[in-house]
């Protein structure tokens, strides 16, 4: 098998950093080791089929986004980004595997869902991929079909306590499908937000004629995080069910996981790059000649960006420095401007849910190490390893260590990345959300199992290169 050797550069892992070459044999890293070694009288540089020259540049990792909605059907449509679009846009960005979510509702089998995600995703994909599995229906069916997810490599389930109508489960159902966690060992994902009382304060705000998007963020209200995390908590603690709230974006629902941890349960929370830089006030400020106010749209997701004032986004990153969040996913769910999100024209609550991000996340939060906000460590932590051990990857990802798979992204500390549409953009959207930011960092080389897929601003991989992971079971289980 073709072997590469990645040398001159600083391998990074969430656990220290030290220069060192990697040598890989095929699809699977084989040594790490001091730099210009011989190895059993053989000079690796001279031998091997491919020398990569990472001087000056960060070895790490490829990253894992556990949470994206690739082709979704959601608000009266579909996310924007395909399985090929989407995962090559994460290629783009240095992510080397996504987990997205297979989707159940209301009267449809667990199975079915199942396997039509497989069916979008399989010979599409250009990095590798698992799922989790929405349960949007728990019923008596649903509830017996997930004793078979963990055979299928699905180890962990979405439930919604919001979305009345669409995903969302009442407390009952909360309460079952959280006992059906805590006795398989599937983890249990919870969209935390009190979706009924959300539905009454959008609908007042609309009968006022406060019609525009920024009132998205006023009908889901911090309040309405809080308090679902804490029923979602007190429930998982009474079920002994372990639970992981995605998509964290309010300071009073981590402090309600810390309270949590603090007393020893076993419980986790992410959050996204747009909850750590973008927020409300900005939300309320933008206006464009072509969209007026409802250029608020583009950055309508839920949970809601929040006050900048009540500096909620200053909470985010002390909560991933201090461990209260345990990592960094993005929500992947696009939507375009045209006949996407102009869907909600006169009424937020039509406004299709979600913003894209898959490309840019380990750019944002290569930033935040920049910023000050977190260690180069830390940066690999959140955004690699720490979702590869939640999510039942880790050894095969999530680290650079003999016998992972060949995963790594060549990262230019002294590069440079201009964020916009037209600019790195390879998203199926007609707009960013992050159109305009400058990160003092750079995606050089991207491998994704021992295969250069990115180098430079070429694209090298192709559509069907990505594998299905069968995922084991969560790592933070007790
Ligand atoms: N939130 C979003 O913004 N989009 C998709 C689903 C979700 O929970
Ligand atoms: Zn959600
Ligand atoms: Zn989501």
Redesign the pocket.
Known sequence: MATTLITGGTVVTSTGRSAADVLVDGEQIVAVLAPGSVLLGTDLAASADTVIDASGKYVIPGGIDAHT?ME?P?GGTAASDTFETGTRAAAWGGTTTIIDFAVQRYGEKVQDGLAAWHEKAAGNCAIDYGFHQIIGGVDADALSAMDGLIDEGVTSFKLFMAYPGVFYSDDAQVLRAMQKSAETGLLTMM?AENGPAIDVLAEQLVAQGKTDPYFHGIARAWQMEEEATHRAIMLAHLTGAPLYVV?VSAKQAVEQLAAARDRGQNVYGETCPQYLYLSLEEQLGASSEEWGAFEGSKWV??TPLRSREERHQDHMWQALRTNDLQMVST?H?PFCMKGQKELGRGDFRKIP???GGVEHRMDLLYQGVVDGHLTLERWVEVTSTTPARMFGLYGRKGVIAPGADADIVIYDPNGHTSIGVDKTHHMNMDYSAWEGYEIDGHVDTVLSRGKVVVDGNQYLGAKGDGRYLKRGLSQYLI
Do not use: A, K
């Open positions: 909605h979704l959601f969209h998509h997701c839920s929500d769910c849910n979600g913003i």
